[in-house]
């Protein structure tokens, strides 16, 4: 039986792994290659890495770390910050990534993931999305509009709208990172993943308030969630990705039991 | 010396590190000469069958694949490399593969909307049968896998391994005398895909 993902994010600023609520008050956690190693060894699904300042220092990804990671681990691992370009999606493929995630540029340019797609295949290109809840209106019917660049600007986008369009353009993957709920560790918002999960055909993957074990299993239960992305509730050391799957397995959800 | 065959179907980086993180030398070539005389052959590779068996004739590495894998050296197939080892494909409107093993590949027919295609993750491999590339690996370890379609191997008997989705029961691990053909990806699968490798780079190519 497929088994859902359990996948650590790790947004890294100047080499240094942070964590903050809602982009702000990051405090530093650590080396990015250290603890994709710990979260290796310890059994996580995937990996998500975020270069959280590349996109708004206009510079490319570091690809260095990128190639470190891609030496530390044998699991699929995404790759996000920055990308604008077919030759950038390129060059973190090389080095060793298995995904690239686009979010802001795919706004301002969403050919980029047909081009992506066709390019390099559709399980190559993962969208991040990041919808703060607002009023349900004509131009809003889900009661999410998509933001980009950190939350701070507003799109005029439908998340459902947008997610049916990037997953038509190619997008072979859809995290759905909520603005109300990243970093609160008080759940997942379960109906936005909800809405997006039953409005595409491709997998989504959680993201924004994991805080304990039983959030995993709410969102996969409820939210329809492929797989789910954690944070800051193992960056801390509260949990751990083991103690996580075997509560997750207690309740009836299928992960992977060998690593 | 493992030689990693290129033929503009997909990033070969992992597989290069997959084996690099064991201690193992590859080289990655599209060289005919280089693939024919080869002494343990990968054959990797994503995306459409159709385009991936344009570029092995355009590339000139159809009938030096043949001749390597009826050489009898070990041949490993990943994902749509073990795909293309089949003799055809329902995928770009019917496709003519190598035909290296009986069979064909179909694609997934969900029963459900939450059977997503593609098949996207891990999933256990149960093992019908014991096999070289198996070594110290125990039957329902899991593996990453990531494909839209699946391969249909003619006899039961090239049957290694099978892993269920989307309401069908396929053959993730195919193999025949000197090829064994993975759906899923030893180099994404962590440890349990290294061993899968470590014990490749180990056989023969005998079983």
Redesign the interface.
Known sequence: MLTRRIIPCLDVRNRRVTKGVRFQNNVELGDPIALASRYYEEGCDELVVYDITASAERRPIDIEMVREVARAIHIPFAVGGGIATLADMERVLLAGAEKISVNSLAVANPALIGEGSRAFGAQCIVLGMDPVRVAVDARFPSGYEITTHGFRERTGMDAVAWARRAADLGAGEIVVNSVDADGTRRGFDLRLTRLIAEAVGVPVVASGGAGKPSHLADVFREGLADAAIVAGMIHTGEFTIPRIKSELAASGIPVRATW | MIVIVDYKA??L??VQ??F??LGLETRVTRDPAEIARAGRLVFPG??AAGAAMRNLRELGLVAPLQAAAARGIPFLGICLGTQIVLGRSEEDGGTETLGLLPGQVRRFQPLV??D?????????VAFRRPHPVLAGL?S???F???HSYYPAPANETDVIGVT??AGATFASLMGRGNIVAAQFHP????????QLLKNFSNWDGKC
């Open positions: 997909g990033n980086t992992s590190l997959g690099g993180a994503v995306g909307p939450t997503k295609v593609p098949q996207i993750g891990w999933n256990s125990a329902g370890s899991e990453y896998f990531v269920e989705y180099e994404k699968s962590g440890r349990m895909g290294l």
